[in-house]
């Protein structure tokens, strides 16, 4: 069964202090790995997609990386509207379904 | 706004009740989708359509959920006698034909079951 996994739970960080977020995942046969920005009370909102191992995407202050087994979102130099949960999801070969993972909630503080 | 709508955003019903969810997608977009999500938890597939042709559902999905899309543009998630268990946030959204991955979620209706 295709399942997704990310670490930390939660992360906090003050104003400029770099990190990354891990996305562990095991899919039959992958299609894409994709990263989503979730801010409370509204839908997930789309950051990446990502295709093949040693693939690297970047927006602003984000950069998601790939590898067979992990993808990672590095966060430099974060500010405190980059607060937010965000959101690994995994879409096997074949299907349209995502399978998503519980989420990174990150705060930054000034 | 000519983003993917939903209505209610917020409905509390007793247990037993049946409940029903609208999502109007983004015009252009031929591919719907509805998932389910719990507090702390990330979204879970309900079921997809393209078009007007539902295609794909979980097997999470019980009887007493339904879901069309009859004429390929608004979408409606029916629940038949509701349950506690019921409680979440339903999320609809929608991408383009050419798109795999990059949806377009609307903001949710959150179902309390009391």
């Known amino acids: 069964e295709d399942q997704v996994t990310q670490s930390p739970e939660a992360l906090r960080l003050q104003e400029g202090e770099s990190s990354s977020l891990n996305c562990s995942y095991t899919?039959?046969?992958?299609?894409?790995l994709f990263w989503y920005r979730q801010d409370p009370g509204k839908g997930p909102e789309f950051l990446f997609t990502l295709y093949s191992a040693g693939e690297e995407k970047e927006k602003e202050r984000l950069k998601a990386t790939l590898t067979k087994k992990e993808s990672f979102l590095h966060i430099t130099a974060p500010k405190p509207e980059d607060s937010a949960t965000y959101l690994c999801a995994v879409q096997a070969g074949g299907f349209q379904k995502l399978v998503f993972g519980t989420g990174t909630r990150l705060l930054v503080s000034p | 706004d000519t983003g993917v709508s939903q209505d209610p955003r917020h409905k509390i019903t007793k247990r037993g009740q049946n409940v029903t969810f609208r999502c109007d997608p983004i015009s252009e977009h031929n591919r719907l989708y509805w998932y389910r999500q719990t507090l702390g938890q990330g979204p879970e597939f309900l079921t997809y359509?393209?078009?007007?042709?539902?295609?794909?559902k979980s097997r999470l999905l019980s009887d007493r959920f339904s879901a069309e899309r009859p004429k390929g543009s608004f979408s409606t998630l029916e629940i038949q006698r509701t349950e506690q268990g019921d409680s979440a946030m339903y999320l609809c959204?929608?991408?383009?034909?050419?798109?795999?991955?990059?949806?377009?979620f609307g903001e949710g209706s959150r179902l309390t079951v009391l």
């Open positions: 899919v039959s046969g992958l299609r894409g």
């Open positions: 359509f393209q078009n007007e042709a539902q295609l794909e």
């Open positions: 959204a929608s991408s383009p034909g050419q798109s795999t991955g990059e949806l377009f």
